[in-house]
Structure formats: structure tokens, C-alpha cells
């Protein structure tokens, strides 16, 4: 089977999801490279403080992939019965994941340094399914953690397909919201398990901004993405932590600065607001397609591979030759070279006959559709 490589141009196009994709993807990578591993002592070297610094808010490109899956997953699920919305979702996620988590747990055995050692075959073999929690197991890299809420974003949407609910999604979006609201007054572990409250706001968000995108704006979805915007700023700001005092809100080097993650979380509103206000477009944009195409095997190669390699690094004086941010960039470049090749190799040759042997050979039956909607689509 020949390899096609995605068309440059495609009709009604959101081409800003694609640097979106690839700028929250940087960012964990930054995240982890520059701040996290260090800190942890995962990477044994301490990076320049300035990149310290600024790579510390790196972990917010996690909410900012929450917003793109909310918008994504509501306009894949528009034009999609049951079987062809999981279709779609286990020919985009499983190829890459079954062919990054073999490559980790192999990275980790074959290299002596690498900090994290497969525990078990168990432990592998439940990582293949997405949701290693479901089989008392954790995630193969630390990556990977974010994928079993996605899943459940996706059994909720599955189930709303399934019971012919999709028509009443701003009611079910609504009602996600007000759980949100009261899991943060009083946090509810099995309520946060269930239906990923704490993460509502931003899902919710790229939800509704794609209704805007599809029918427009109305009274409901403005309030309602003000009350997401303010749903994930609390959430944001519990989750940064208690204030070490009052002063910490001006100082920038006393650790993450509530007042910047607020801002930044203000931005992937607006980031949104911006694109469902620009028209869709028809032409092609070859390096925001290919971020786009990047940034899933990106998100699940980089982190426990990049530690092993660069303590390999270390252990072998290449740090101390070129110092840790070189190298740390050097091993940046490979996750990207590695990133392309499972999309080439693995994503192009497995999805598409995955996707058609999983959804058969019927054609999809249109379960819902707002009303002045887009007839094209993004890819998922």
C-alpha cells in the first residue's frame, strides 16, 4: 500500500486548529523537558532558569488540547452514527499509541539509564487499550495520563449518539457545566472519576465554540462560555495551589504566578473566539498541516523516551560537551522525526482500513445536524 501524503488544500477548513495542536504540544514538551524532568530529577541536569521559568506553564498545552478535542470530537460526532463516531476515534487513537507504547517500553528496557522500566506485561498490555486504570495499572509514560479522560469525553458523547440525545447536546453541555460548578464548591472523587468535572469547563468550551462555528451565536452559548471561561480559571487557580502570600501575584520568580495562568488560560478563549469569527477557508496550509499531523504521536513519543535518551546523553558526557539545552533540543528534533514517521508510516498505512473495518461498509447515517452547519470537516 502506497503512502499518501494529506492534501494541501481542503473546502471549509479550520487551518488554526492545526497550530493550536501544535503549539499545545510544544509546550508539554517544553513542560517536560525544561521544567518537569529537571525538577524531578528525571533528566539529571538543571536547564537555564529562564527556561525554567517560562516552560513551567507548559502543562496548560493539556488544557489547551481539552478545548480542541470538545470542538473537534462535536463536529466529528455531528455526521455520525454510533459506529462510525467510534470508528473514527479508535482509527485516530490506537495505531500511534500501540506503536509509541511498544517503542517507550522498549527505549526504557534497552537503556540503562532510562528513570522508568516497564513493571510487567500486564502493565503493557493494558496501556494498548487507552484506559490501563480500568485494569489496575498505570499509564506506560506520564503522557499518557490525559488519554483516559479524552476516552471519557467520548463515552459520554457515545452514549449521547446512542440514545438519540445529541439533539439536546446544550442541554447535556449545560448540565456538564452546573455539575462542574458544584464539584468545585465540594470536590467529589467518584463524581470527578464518572464525568471528568474538573475538566468540563474546557471540553464544554470547545463544544459550544464549535455550535457558534456551526449556527452562530446565541444568549445560551455566550453565557455559556463565560461560564466555562470562569469554570476553568477557578479550576486553574485551585489547581496552581494556595498563594504564598500576596506579593507572589507581581513576582514572576517565585514560582508559577497565578495571575499568568489565569491570563493564559484567557488567551485559549480568545484563540478560539478569534477563529469561529474568521471565515473557513479553502486554502492549503502545508506546515499547519503537517503540526496538525504531528502532534498526537508528538504528545505520546517525547516524555519517558526523551528522559532515557537524555540521561543516556549524560551518562555518556555528551551533556557536559554541549550542555543540557542543546542536547535537550537535539532529542526534541528526534521525538519530531520519530513523530513523523509513526504519522507516515503507522497513522496513514493503519487508520483508514482500521476506520472501514470497525465501521463496515454501510454508509454513516447523519444522527444530527445543526441547523446552517458546515458540510465540511475537520479532521478529528
Same mark, same amino acid.
Given at each position: 500500500?502506497?503512502?499518501?501524503?494529506?492534501?494541501?488544500?481542503?473546502?471549509?477548513?479550520?487551518? /488554526?486548529?492545526?497550530?493550536?495542536?501544535?503549539?499545545? /504540544?510544544?509546550?508539554?514538551?517544553?513542560?517536560?523537558?525544561?521544567?518537569?524532568?529537571?525538577?524531578?530529577?528525571?533528566?539529571?541536569?538543571?536547564?537555564?532558569?529562564? #527556561?525554567?521559568?517560562? @516552560? $513551567?506553564?507548559?502543562?496548560?498545552?493539556?488544557?489547551?488540547?481539552?478545548?480542541?478535542?470538545?470542538?473537534?470530537?462535536?463536529?466529528?460526532?455531528?455526521?455520525?452514527?454510533?459506529?462510525?463516531?467510534?470508528? @473514527?476515534?479508535?482509527?485516530?487513537?490506537?495505531?500511534?499509541?500501540?506503536?509509541?507504547?511498544?517503542?517507550? $517500553?522498549?527505549?526504557?528496557?534497552?537503556?540503562?539509564?532510562? +528513570?522508568?522500566?516497564?513493571?510487567?506485561?500486564?502493565?503493557?498490555?493494558?496501556? !494498548?487499550? #487507552?484506559?490501563?486504570?480500568?485494569?489496575?495499572?498505570? +499509564?506506560?509514560?506520564?503522557?499518557? =495520563?490525559?488519554?483516559?479522560?479524552?476516552?471519557?469525553?467520548?463515552?459520554?458523547?457515545?452514549?449521547?449518539?446512542?440514545?438519540?440525545?445529541?439533539?439536546?447536546?446544550? *442541554?447535556?453541555?449545560?448540565? =456538564? !457545566?452546573?455539575? @462542574?460548578?458544584?464539584?468545585?464548591? *465540594?470536590?467529589?472523587?467518584?463524581?470527578?472519576?464518572?464525568?471528568?468535572?474538573? =475538566? /468540563?469547563?474546557?471540553?464544554?468550551?470547545?463544544?459550544?465554540?464549535?455550535?457558534?462555528?456551526?449556527?452562530?451565536?446565541?444568549?445560551?452559548?455566550? !453565557?455559556?462560555?463565560? $461560564? @466555562?471561561?470562569?469554570?476553568?480559571?477557578?479550576?486553574?487557580?485551585?489547581?496552581?495551589?494556595?498563594? %504564598?502570600?500576596?506579593?507572589?501575584?507581581?513576582?514572576?520568580?517565585?514560582?508559577?504566578?497565578?495571575?499568568?495562568?489565569?491570563?493564559?488560560?484567557?488567551?485559549?478563549?480568545?484563540?478560539?473566539?478569534?477563529?469561529?469569527?474568521?471565515?473557513?477557508?479553502?486554502?492549503?496550509?502545508?506546515?499547519?498541516?503537517?503540526?496538525? %499531523?504531528?502532534?498526537?504521536?508528538?504528545?505520546?513519543?517525547?516524555?519517558?523516551?526523551?528522559?532515557?535518551?537524555?540521561?543516556?546523553?549524560?551518562?555518556?558526557?555528551?551533556?557536559?560537551?554541549?550542555?543540557?539545552? !542543546?542536547?535537550?533540543?537535539?532529542?526534541?528534533?528526534?521525538?519530531? /522525526?520519530?513523530? =513523523?514517521?509513526?504519522?507516515?508510516?503507522?497513522?496513514?498505512?493503519?487508520?483508514? +482500513?482500521?476506520?472501514?473495518?470497525?465501521?463496515?461498509?454501510?454508509?454513516?447515517?447523519?444522527?444530527?445536524?445543526?441547523?446552517?452547519?458546515?458540510?465540511?470537516?475537520?479532521?478529528?
Amino acid at each position: 500500500m502506497s503512502v499518501q501524503s494529506p492534501p494541501t488544500s481542503r473546502p471549509g477548513r479550520e487551518p /488554526a486548529l492545526d497550530w493550536l495542536r501544535g503549539l499545545a /504540544a510544544l509546550a508539554v514538551v517544553m513542560f517536560h523537558y525544561f521544567h518537569k524532568g529537571p525538577m524531578e530529577g528525571w533528566m539529571p541536569v538543571r536547564q537555564h532558569p529562564l #527556561l525554567d521559568a517560562l @516552560s $513551567a506553564y507548559g502543562y496548560l498545552g493539556v488544557h489547551l488540547f481539552f478545548m480542541i478535542s470538545g470542538y473537534v470530537i462535536m463536529m466529528t460526532a455531528q455526521h455520525a452514527d454510533l459506529r462510525h463516531f467510534v470508528a @473514527s476515534r479508535i482509527s485516530r487513537l490506537l495505531p500511534a499509541l500501540w506503536f509509541c507504547a511498544t517503542l517507550t $517500553a522498549l527505549i526504557e528496557l534497552l537503556i540503562p539509564e532510562s +528513570p522508568f522500566k516497564p513493571l510487567s506485561w500486564t502493565q503493557y498490555l493494558a496501556n !494498548l487499550t #487507552l484506559v490501563p486504570a480500568w485494569f489496575g495499572q498505570e +499509564p506506560i509514560d506520564g503522557a499518557y =495520563w490525559s488519554l483516559a479522560i479524552e476516552i471519557n469525553f467520548y463515552l459520554w458523547v457515545a452514549a449521547a449518539i446512542a440514545l438519540g440525545q445529541l439533539r439536546h447536546i446544550e *442541554r447535556l453541555l449545560l448540565a =456538564w !457545566l452546573a455539575l @462542574s460548578f458544584v464539584n468545585l464548591l *465540594r470536590p467529589m472523587y467518584p463524581v470527578q472519576l464518572l464525568t471528568s468535572a474538573q =475538566w /468540563a469547563p474546557l471540553f464544554a468550551g470547545g463544544a459550544f465554540f464549535y455550535l457558534v462555528r456551526a449556527s452562530g451565536w446565541t444568549r445560551q452559548r455566550r !453565557l455559556a462560555l463565560c $461560564a @466555562s471561561l470562569l469554570l476553568a480559571c477557578a479550576y486553574a487557580w485551585r489547581e496552581t495551589g494556595p498563594l %504564598r502570600g500576596w506579593d507572589t501575584l507581581v513576582r514572576l520568580d517565585a514560582g508559577p504566578n497565578h495571575l499568568v495562568i489565569q491570563a493564559i488560560i484567557l488567551a485559549c478563549f480568545g484563540a478560539f473566539r478569534w477563529m469561529v469569527s474568521r471565515p473557513l477557508t479553502s486554502s492549503g496550509d502545508v506546515l499547519g498541516d503537517l503540526a496538525g %499531523r504531528l502532534t498526537y504521536p508528538l504528545y505520546l513519543i517525547h516524555q519517558n523516551a526523551g528522559y532515557a535518551l537524555f540521561g543516556m546523553a549524560a551518562s555518556s558526557g555528551l551533556v557536559g560537551v554541549f550542555g543540557p539545552g !542543546l542536547v535537550s533540543l537535539s532529542i526534541i528534533g528526534i521525538a519530531l /522525526a520519530a513523530a =513523523w514517521f509513526v504519522n507516515v508510516v503507522v497513522e496513514q498505512r493503519l487508520g483508514p +482500513p482500521l476506520r472501514r473495518w470497525v465501521a463496515g461498509t454501510r454508509p454513516p447515517l447523519v444522527a444530527w445536524s445543526p441547523p446552517h452547519s458546515s458540510t465540511s470537516r475537520e479532521r478529528p
